[in-house]
């Protein structure tokens, strides 16, 4: 009975490890958020996001977010013509699609002070590491954004692998 239940927490770790690889929270700014002493562009450079991940923003009513619809609006901070308008200062998006997105905040000066930041949103079949958290995958010269490879296939089947591997030691420990 008991290696029954080693078995079952075992399988239900594999799981919840393959729900973790298909979508990621990025906070921007990640513990400082959305706020002028951060530097955005240092900061995403170490995220990876994907298609299905969400984007966090949280900042004192100082502050908003305001998305930019093009690059020429974005690196000189038009704020005229926004595609979305946030002010929560809470708020969370859904990366729905691939593509590049444009934010920026809607404060006076802010934006011109770097308070700006450009979101390269790439297919979830990427295999470039996805969470803040994960520091195994550093290193391995991802978050380029250039890959398009299938990935995410790679991804779910080593989650699948581990279920089964989980399982396979569980039928060992049992006998
Ligand atoms: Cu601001």
């Not at 080693?6 to 770790?13: C, D, T, Y």
Request: charged share 15%; proline share 1%; net charge neutral.
């Amino acid at each position: 009975m008991k290696m029954q239940a080693v078995l079952v927490i075992l399988v239900f770790s594999g799981l919840v490890s393959v729900q973790k690889t298909l979508a990621a929270q990025h906070v921007i700014g990640g513990s400082q958020g959305w706020e002028q002493s951060v530097d955005f562009d240092s900061w995403s450079s170490d995220q990876s996001f994907k298609v299905g991940d969400q984007l966090v923003f949280k900042y004192s009513g100082l502050h908003s977010v305001v998305e930019l619809g093009s690059e020429t609006a974005y690196k000189s901070c038009d704020l005229g013509t926004p595609v979305n308008s946030l002010s929560s200062g809470n708020d969370v998006l859904k990366l729905s699609k691939t593509g590049t997105r444009y934010f920026a905040c809607g404060t006076v000066g802010h934006c011109e002070q770097g308070m700006k930041i450009k979101v390269n949103v790439a297919s979830s079949d990427s295999k470039s590491s996805s969470s803040p958290g994960s520091g195994s995958d550093s290193g391995s010269g991802s978050g380029s954004g250039s890959e398009s490879s299938s990935g995410h296939g790679l991804r779910a089947s080593v989650g699948y692998i581990f279920v089964v591997g989980s399982l396979v030691i569980g039928l060992i420990w049992a006998y």
